[in-house]
């Protein structure tokens, strides 16, 4: 992704592995400032994943599997350092996928670095196919941030509109804030700032507001996991904005890589759904907002129907819910996605 650093244009990922560190751009800390988080072994990766340092199931996945090959180097014990970062996030499926891969691969450095590159390699493709859904001058809405702090780089929802920007189209991104970390508001706009797009930041509860009046021609989100019908669980909110969409007759797309797909789920009552600390929504700029003795409910994210999906914008092309069966032949004859033991 480019940023502006200390006055210069400058590419960065959102994890890369240097100096026997797992490097994270520190996500808590956009778009204030741009800063940097140095994790050393497992407890450190433990603590980034857990603490939203990184965050977004492809960047999760990514930093897992860094910090797997990190702690095997460190010569830590390998099944208390699985167990930590396993237990850290319940809901995106690309941490247990990358896990997975680790485990297969013996935790060795170039396995973590094959799968950061597949997976920023199969984000730019989701760019490529997603950009031909964006007709030039269309205004597109998206959820959270699914850009390449999520990822590596490129992103899965924001590729399409990087390729869209990139290949001389005029878009414009209506950016929900997403509460209660606001990963809208503070992350998705600065990506898109450092990218010249322009968008406009909405309260979350405004997206029907600007669907109804005819502002919106374009909903593509992101996903922590899609079960095999087609169900996906995505930020809290994301719900709501699929069934305003549909209402208002609105193309609603869910861009995600095979990574984040879980096939051993039949639907979405079968997601495990964090819920996190009532601080995150009862505590604004570390005052609390509400009453002294309210308390607060928190999950993090939640799911919706594949009824609701217009189409699923994958590294393998697009495709609609009654073409999962077609997506699920492609996943598993992939050698990469069937975590097979690297053969050089
Ligand atoms: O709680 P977060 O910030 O990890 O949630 C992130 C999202 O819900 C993203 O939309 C999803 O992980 C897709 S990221 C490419």
Redesign the pocket.
């Given at each position: 992704m480019k940023i502006n650093f200390e006055g210069e244009e400058r590419k960065f990922k959102s994890v890369w592995f240097e100096n026997n560190t797992v490097m994270l751009i520190e996500q808590r800390s956009l778009p204030e400032k741009l800063e940097f988080f140095r994790a050393k072994n497992s407890d450190d990766i433990a603590y980034a994943i857990k603490h939203?340092v990184v965050?977004?199931?492809?960047?999760?996945g990514v930093t897992a599997a860094f910090g797997l090959a990190l702690a095997r180097k460190n010569g830590e014990n390998m099944e208390e350092a699985v167990e930590k970062i396993r237990s850290t996030?319940p809901t995106?499926f690309d941490l247990f996928k990358a896990i997975e891969f680790m485990k297969q691969n013996g935790f060795e450095l170039n396995a973590a670095e094959r799968y950061s590159q597949e997976v920023s390699g199969r984000c730019k493709k989701i760019g490529e196919y997603g950009n031909s859904l964006i007709a030039d001058g269309s205004k597109i809405l998206t959820?959270?941030?699914?850009?390449a702090l999520?990822?590596v780089d490129w992103?899965?929802?924001l590729a399409p509109m990087r390729v869209a920007k990139e290949s001389g189209k005029t878009i414009f991104v209506f950016v929900d804030e997403t509460r209660p970390?606001l990963?809208g508001a503070k992350l998705t706009a600065w990506e898109l700032g450092q990218e010249g797009i322009e968008h406009v930041i909405i309260a979350d509860n405004a997206a029907g507001y600007f669907m109804k009046k005819g502002d919106v021609n374009l909903a593509i989100?992101?996903?922590?996991r899609i079960c095999a019908n087609g169900d996906f669980a995505?930020?809290i909110g994301?719900y709501e904005k699929a069934v305003l969409a549909k209402e208002n007759g609105i193309p609603f797309y869910v861009a995600?890589p095979g990574t984040?797909f879980d096939f051993s789920l039949k639907s979405g009552e079968q997601i495990p759904i964090e819920e996190r600390d009532e601080d995150e929504v009862l505590v604004v700029n570390n005052k609390k907002i509400g009453p002294e003795t309210s308390r607060a409910r928190n999950p993090?994210?939640d799911v919706t129907p594949n009824k609701y999906v217009t189409g699923y914008i994958t590294e393998y092309g697009i495709f609609r819910s009654d073409q999962l069966g077609d997506l699920q032949r492609k996943v598993q004859s992939d050698l990469f996605m069937r975590t097979e033991p690297l053969t050089k």
């Open positions: 939203m965050r977004g199931a492809p960047a999760i996030r995106a959820h959270c941030n699914a850009g999520a990822v992103g899965t929802a970390r990963q989100v992101g996903a922590d995505n930020k994301t995600a984040t993090a994210f």
